[in-house]
């Protein structure tokens, strides 16, 4: 496997693994009907673009030619003004037959590493309050909760978000 960033040929693959992350790791978390409305189609259109507008700042695991995960990470949108000390991992998710391979901590520590070298001392995210599974994975990997937690409307559900950070 390596970790490689991605081009928009990869569109389509992140939008398939992030539609089946979602729904897998969110069945029973999230309201059913957000996770039903979820659209390949859609979020390759929103991949594409993102891509294009920010080159490396999604990355991608490649095993074999085949793309298993991908995390996005580049500096905080949570400082008003900007803090340019603080990065985030924006989002990391692996296709479901691919958890607990290795997968999610090689994008995790590639990340990392690019925000380091962007010059970043410290990384925060957000994870559903009720996302056990995740907040352990990122526990292991030295984020801690930061004392911030927000809600975030879902469809008809309000759900909680808290922060993790770690020092880098």
């Known amino acids: 496997m ?32 957000v996770l039903d409305e979820l659209s390949v189609e859609e979020q390759t259109g929103k991949w594409c673009r993102r891509i294009s507008d920010h080159p490396g700042r999604v990355l991608v ?3 074999n030619g085949a793309v298993n995960g991908y995390v996005s990470a580049a500096a905080s949108r949570d400082e008003d003004p900007p803090n340019p000390t603080v990065g985030e991992i924006y989002a990391l998710y692996v296709f479901p037959d691919d958890w607990r391979h290795g997968v999610g901590s090689a994008l995790m520590a590639a990340a990392l590493g690019v925000l380091r070298r962007q010059g970043f001392t410290l990384a925060t995210l ?19 909760p930061d004392g911030r937690s927000k809600l975030e409307n ?11 950070a770690r020092v880098l």
Do not use: H
């Open 154 to 164: 879902w469809g008809d559900a309000s759900l909680r978000e808290i922060a993790l």
């Open 61 to 63: 695991a490649d095993t």
């Open 2 to 33: 390596i970790v490689r960033n991605a081009t928009v040929n990869d569109a389509r693959r992140i939008a398939e693994i992030k539609v089946a992350g979602w729904r897998a790791a969110y069945c029973g978390v999230m309201p059913d009907a």
């Open 126 to 144: 957000w994870v559903l309050a009720d996302n056990v599974s995740a907040i352990r994975f990122y526990q292991a990997r030295g984020f801690q």
